[in-house]
């Protein structure tokens, strides 16, 4: 079986589809079925062999398809019209947003090639109720309407724009996914730690940091070695420098207090101390090419068992201080146990009686 590889929009993820029965061949114009229906693409990749051992999806969770078919001068003209709708509806749904007062961003709108669903691509600092826009848009459309919400990165991404370098930015250039990031990175490429020099367009820190790194510590012993940073120390992350006032060990990450009033929750391996001796050592690991330290064997310890306790005979009796008791109590053995004379009952009659208690309630 052979596959081939297309890519629906620019740096893209690559999908993998079964070639039709029509000649392919790299930078064709394909129509295929996605999740979200029809969309239109181009061939980044030449058919190959499909290996045994090998599994691919069209995408993740659906087997693979065949190609829908390969496009046409008409299909090119239906997507010049869907790209001039999609800049319609862009403006339409920024005056619904701003009658419904909707605290979002909106950044692009997409058609799908069929026009069976539009999205809409927004930013949002927390949760949006937008239900009552999506009837609007509905009601406009007469179609599928779907907002999404994504993070500053993905915003990037769909934006575009210029990096410090002066060139295109990665991820709207070539990079498919994004790749983790880390301070350490910067800090062990002996970089500057102030974040609005490591930080990228969207706010985060530059992906180009990844490109280098593991030039830098190809044999780091410290990359395998974690620190907790203690609480009230202060330290640096991507956003700024603050101070700790939180650590979850369950979690492994700490909350810093940044300079700014701002709280934000980092990982312990993106968190830098300002001052080394605020780090405590989780893990320790050998350095490379050195064998780690022998354990000293603890000796066993023997214990002596206690000597037997006498048994007692059955007869035992606990011997008693008769003279002691005697004393304290200024008791005379020769003397009788009971002299005092009996005390005279006293008539029923005779008692005193107490008074009545007197009600305050009343």
Same mark, same amino acid.
């Given at each position: ?9 620019? /740096? ?14 790299? @930078? ?6 996605? =999740?979200? *229906?029809?969309?239109? *693409? ?18 993740? @969770? ?9 496009a046409t001068d008409e299909d090119l003209i239906q997507l010049k019209e869907n790209q001039a709708n999609e800049k319609a509806a862009f403006e339409l749904c920024l005056q619904k947003i701003i009658e419904h007062e909707l605290p979002m961003k909106l950044i692009n709108v997409e058609y799908t090639f069929d026009v069976n669903k539009i999205i809409f691509f927004f930013t949002a600092d927390g949760r949006v109720d937008f239900r009552d826009l999506v009837r609007d848009l509905a009601a406009i459309f007469k179609t599928r309407i779907e907002l999404r ?9 769909? #934006? ?20 983790? %990031?880390?301070? !350490?990175?910067?800090?062990?490429? $002996?970089?500057? #730690? ?5 930080? *990228? ?11 280098? $790194? ?6 780091? &012993?410290?990359? $395998?070695?974690?620190?907790?940073? !203690? ?8 956003? @700024? ?6 650590? =979850? ?14 709280? %934000?929750? /980092? ?14 050592? %989780? ?5 490379? @090419?050195?064998?780690?330290? /022998? ?38 053995? +020769? ?11 006293? &008539?029923?009659?005779?008692? +005193? !009686?107490? &008074?009545? !208690? ?5």
């Open positions: 079986m052979q596959i081939i590889g297309v890519r629906i929009r620019k /740096a893209g993820r690559i999908l993998f589809y079964e070639p039709n029965e029509e000649e392919l061949k790299k @930078g064709d114009a394909v129509i295929v079925e996605t =999740s979200r *229906g029809l969309e239109y *693409g181009k061939i980044v990749t030449t058919p190959r062999e499909l290996l045994a051992d090998e599994t691919i999806e069209s995408e993740p @969770g659906e087997p693979l398809k065949k190609i829908y078919r390969k919400q994504v993070g500053v990165r993905d915003e990037a991404k769909v #934006l575009g724009g210029m990096g410090g370098c002066g060139r295109p930015l990665c991820c709207a250039s070539f990079l498919e996914e994004f790749i983790p %990031v880390s301070i !350490r990175m910067a800090k062990d490429q $002996n970089l500057s #730690l102030n974040p609005t020099k490591i930080s *990228g367009v969207c706010g985060r820190l530059m992906c180009c940091l990844k490109y280098e $790194n593991d030039l830098y510590c190809e044999n780091c &012993p410290q990359q $395998n070695v974690t620190f907790k940073p !203690r609480q009230g120390s202060r330290v640096v992350v991507a956003d @700024g420098e603050g101070k700790v006032v939180a650590v =979850s060990y369950s979690r492994r990450n700490a909350t810093i207090l940044l300079d700014t009033n701002k709280t %934000v929750v /980092a990982s312990w391996e993106d968190i830098l101390p300002v001052n080394a001796e605020d780090f405590e050592t %989780v893990e320790s690991a050998a350095p490379i @090419g050195e064998s780690p330290q /022998a354990v000293e064997e603890i000796q066993p310890i023997t214990i002596e068992e206690p000597p037997p306790k006498p048994e007692r005979s059955e007869k035992y009796e606990r011997p008693r201080r008769i003279e002691a008791f005697n004393r304290r109590y200024n008791r005379n053995e +020769n003397a009788e146990q009971d002299t005092r004379p009996e005390r005279p009952p006293r &008539p029923r009659g005779d008692k +005193n !009686r107490r &008074p009545p !208690r007197r009600d305050y309630r009343k």
